[in-house]
């Protein structure tokens, strides 16, 4: 067991031809996931990869040939929400956004749509997710994690990754790790995954990586509090922003006061979470 | 980006808004004139994107067109909070039966658009929801549908807006929406919303926050940005794609991924030292643009020493040794530089900086520890 993704997972990639799209399709296919099928409109009959994926006009036509259940989305801001719409309406009920960028009204028309139709997305401006010795659907380095029974969630994309590689030097492992995105308004967020890591037997503990703005992270903490048996360590990025200035991620950003990191820490403290003080502390938390 | 209160009142009057009658000005003389043409009761508005702006005295009442040009020429003058008044707006004089707050922006936790609205209007509307949290009335508005009419009328009757008032106040509460929409705002806003002696509804003051990522499908709007509330080195940095935002501390940060960039900020504080910039390289990043980072961080003179951290994975270690390589060629740094690299090619780009002369880090935490007492080292000298 894991979650979102495993071995089964059938992976249709949104702007397989562009560069992006082609160098992490290779990595995904080299890691052992099942890409099935690639999309790129005026591409439809090309092959990529040798060969081994088939391109395709449209999703639909890539679902209904190939049985592909997700997607990921490597497509620029501008195509992305379209790219998103269209997998839906194609049937996928798992959407994995990678695009950086995307215009937060666009999100949020996006995702009211997905909403009512019952498919889920994951991102955007996100790396996608991992379970180790499985499957990866987006653009976190396979060789970084081994697998295990560490649920990881994320809001970040490169702090996950050191994440994962300080657990691996601890050789500890990760069931599932899932970045969910740094923008304002994205698809799942952090109690959507504390709810399927509290759920999933493979999951023994679960590592939060937070950053400052918005309220997700306080939502979590009461969540963890009123439901989750499981053991969870945090870290929360941004500790030393200054407020009022945007952090890269679009949700990066200290507004009249809330989200700052302290008031993160100090709910997560308050629910039982042990909070890291820095990244390569959490392996320590986790085996003390 | 922030749009100026003259900027913003122009769009509302685009979506039938009703504005008062006024011009901007970019001197005294220029003033007078649009203050003449007013009729000589005129209000003289400093334009910068800072709050408090009537605290400061940069919004005054003239009784004559000599006296607007007075009071322009000793605005234009001023420094508020540290920007100065290149322009002031010149409004007509309203006179005013009570102010009231409309706005729109978006609820994250929510995900939706949320009109805001106070029967006490004019003033800070955070500290009316400090203070009395029962006076604002807080509307979502399904993003797919857009603003209902009866939506409209529900927050006029919230606020206790009497009845002679509601078919106006639907008009601006409609004319918002499709601001808000249409120029992919965060935030339009109007602060005050008057209702005059004369029983007309006029939006006093106005403000307007556009999305950044929209902007490549707005650039009517990305022209406006005032470069006065950016360090330069911030708008050097957009150009090459890069997020800085300058600190004050001694620790130059060249980091890829936001996340990464905040966290490596905050070990640097954990061991006794202060970040002097966030810099986020983003993802994938080539040798030149490194050089850019490279040069951004050490332009600034309070810069002790700079670490560079980077965990490839779109990144390429072997890229950013490159332009580390070039940029060192090119500046000639006589700070310390501590480097950490893993993930892709972090070997390679290791062997390709051994000759240069920097300290090297396994772990996070050992690079924070060497960058500190580096910065240390250097600066007490």
């Known amino acids: 067991?894991?979650?979102?993704?495993?071995?089964?997972?059938?992976?249709?990639?949104?702007?397989?031809?562009?560069?992006?799209?082609?160098?992490?399709?290779?990595?995904?296919?080299?890691?052992?996931?099942?890409?099935?099928?690639?999309?790129?409109?005026?591409?439809?009959?090309?092959?990529?990869?040798?060969?081994?994926?088939?391109?395709?006009?449209?999703?639909?036509?890539?679902?209904?040939?190939?049985?592909?259940?997700?997607?990921?989305?490597?497509?620029?801001?501008?195509?992305?929400?379209?790219?998103?719409?269209?997998?839906?309406?194609?049937?996928?009920?798992?959407?994995?956004?990678?695009?950086?960028?995307?215009?937060?009204?666009?999100?949020?028309?996006?995702?009211?749509?997905?909403?009512?139709?019952?498919?889920?997305?994951?991102?955007?401006?996100c790396p996608g997710a991992l379970t180790p010795g499985e499957a990866k659907v987006g653009i976190i380095p396979g060789n970084i994690a081994i697998p295990g029974?560490?649920?990881?969630?994320?809001?970040?994309?490169?702090?996950?990754?050191?994440?994962?590689?300080?657990?691996?030097?601890?050789?500890?492992?990760?069931?599932?790790?899932?970045?969910?995105?740094?923008?304002?308004?994205?698809?799942t967020n952090f109690i959507d995954v504390l709810g399927m890591f509290e759920a999933d037997p493979r999951t023994n503990s679960v590592v939060l990586i937070g950053e400052i703005g918005g309220s997700d992270e306080e939502r979590a903490a009461e969540f963890i509090a009123r439901y989750m048996t499981k053991r969870v360590v945090s870290f929360i990025?941004?500790?030393?922003?200054?407020?009022?200035?945007?952090?890269?991620?679009?949700?990066?950003?200290?507004?009249?006061?809330?989200?700052t990191a302290a008031d993160k820490i100090k709910a997560l403290t308050n629910a039982g979470v042990q909070v890291a003080r820095h990244p390569e502390e959490i392996p320590v938390l986790l085996g003390g | 980006m922030n749009l100026h209160?003259?900027?913003?009142?122009?769009?509302?009057?685009?979506?039938?808004?009703?504005v008062p009658r006024g011009r901007v000005a970019s001197n005294s003389d220029e003033a007078k004139q649009i203050a003449e043409e007013l009729g000589g009761r005129v209000v003289v508005k400093s334009q910068v994107l800072v709050g408090g702006r009537g605290k400061a005295g940069g919004i005054r009442l003239a009784k004559s067109a000599g006296e607007a040009q007075e009071l322009a020429t000793r605005i234009l003058g001023m420094e508020i909070k540290g920007l100065p008044v290149r322009r002031v707006l010149v409004d007509e004089a309203v006179s005013i039966e009570k102010e009231i707050y409309l706005g729109i922006t978006n609820d994250r936790a929510s995900r939706k658009p949320v009109m805001i609205a106070s029967s006490e209007g004019g003033v800070d509307i955070e500290e009316v929801a400090a203070?009395?949290?029962?006076?604002?009335?807080?509307?979502?508005?399904?993003?797919?549908?857009?603003?209902?009419?009866?939506?409209?009328?529900?927050?006029?009757?919230?606020?206790?807006?009497?009845?002679?008032?509601?078919?106006?106040?639907?008009?601006?509460?409609?004319?918002?929406?499709?601001?808000?929409?249409?120029?992919?705002?965060?935030?339009?806003?109007?602060?005050?919303?008057?209702?005059?002696?004369?029983?007309?509804?006029?939006?006093?003051?106005?403000?307007?926050?556009?999305?950044?990522?929209?902007?490549?499908?707005?650039?009517?709007?990305?022209?406006?940005?005032?470069?006065?509330?950016?360090?330069?080195?911030?708008?050097?940095?957009?150009?090459?794609?890069?997020?800085?935002?300058?600190?004050?501390?001694?620790?130059?940060?060249?980091?890829?991924?936001?996340?990464?960039?905040?966290?490596?900020?905050?070990?640097?504080?954990?061991?006794?030292?202060?970040?002097?910039?966030?810099?986020?390289?983003?993802?994938?990043a080539g040798a030149e643009k490194v050089a850019a980072a490279f040069r951004i961080i050490l332009s600034d003179p309070n810069v002790c020493a700079v670490l560079i951290n980077i965990f490839g994975g779109i990144t390429r270690g072997d890229e950013v040794a490159r332009g580390i390589l070039t940029a060192i060629e090119e500046v000639k740094p006589k700070v310390p530089m501590v480097v950490r690299l893993v993930g892709t090619n972090a070997e390679e780009g290791r062997r390709l900086l051994a000759d240069a002369d920097m300290i090297t880090a396994e772990t996070l935490a050992e690079a924070a520890e060497k960058s500190v007492a580096a910065a240390k080292e250097r600066c007490n000298q």
């Not at chain 1, 990881?152 to 990754?161: A, C, E, I, P, Q």
């Not at chain 1, 990025?237 to 989200?259: L, S």
């Open chain 1, 1 to 125: 067991m894991s979650i979102l993704i495993n071995k089964n997972t059938k992976v249709i990639v949104q702007g397989i031809t562009g560069n992006e799209g082609l160098f992490h399709t290779v990595q995904m296919v080299n890691y052992g996931t099942d890409v099935v099928a690639g999309v790129t409109p005026g591409k439809g009959g090309d092959w990529v990869l040798d060969g081994k994926v088939p391109v395709f006009d449209t999703v639909k036509q890539g679902v209904e040939v190939t049985g592909a259940n997700t997607s990921v989305i490597f497509v620029p801001a501008r195509f992305a929400p379209d790219a998103i719409f269209e997998a839906a309406d194609a049937g996928i009920s798992l959407v994995f956004c990678i695009t950086e960028g995307i215009p937060v009204q666009d999100m949020m028309r996006v995702r009211e749509y997905l909403d009512h139709k019952g498919v889920r997305m994951v991102g955007p401006n």
């Open chain 2, 131 to 284: 203070r009395t949290p029962d006076r604002i009335i807080r509307l979502h508005i399904d993003p797919l549908l857009g603003l209902r009419e009866y939506q409209a009328r529900d927050v006029a009757v919230a606020i206790d807006l009497p009845k002679e008032y509601w078919r106006q106040f639907m008009t601006v509460a409609e004319g918002l929406w499709r601001v808000f929409v249409d120029n992919d705002a965060t935030l339009a806003e109007i602060n005050p919303l008057v209702i005059t002696k004369e029983k007309r509804l006029i939006a006093l003051d106005g403000k307007m926050v556009i999305d950044d990522n929209a902007l490549f499908r707005r650039p009517d709007l990305a022209e406006k940005r005032d470069l006065d509330v950016e360090a330069p080195e911030e708008i050097s940095a957009r150009k090459y794609g890069l997020s800085y935002i300058k600190l004050d501390g001694q620790i130059g940060c060249m980091v890829n991924g936001a996340g990464l960039a905040m966290a490596t900020m905050d070990i640097i504080k954990l061991y006794g030292g202060q970040p002097a910039n966030f810099l986020d390289i983003g993802g994938g």
């Open chain 2, 5 to 18: 209160e003259y900027q913003s009142k122009q769009i509302f009057a685009k979506y039938g808004i009703p």
């Open chain 1, 237 to 259: 990025a941004g500790q030393t922003a200054p407020a009022g200035k945007r952090m890269g991620h679009a949700g990066a950003i200290i507004e009249g006061g809330t989200g």
């Open chain 1, 149 to 187: 029974s560490v649920g990881v969630v994320s809001r970040s994309g490169t702090l996950t990754y050191e994440v994962l590689y300080a657990l691996k030097q601890h050789n500890m492992g990760a069931s599932t790790c899932v970045g969910i995105g740094g923008d304002p308004v994205n698809g």
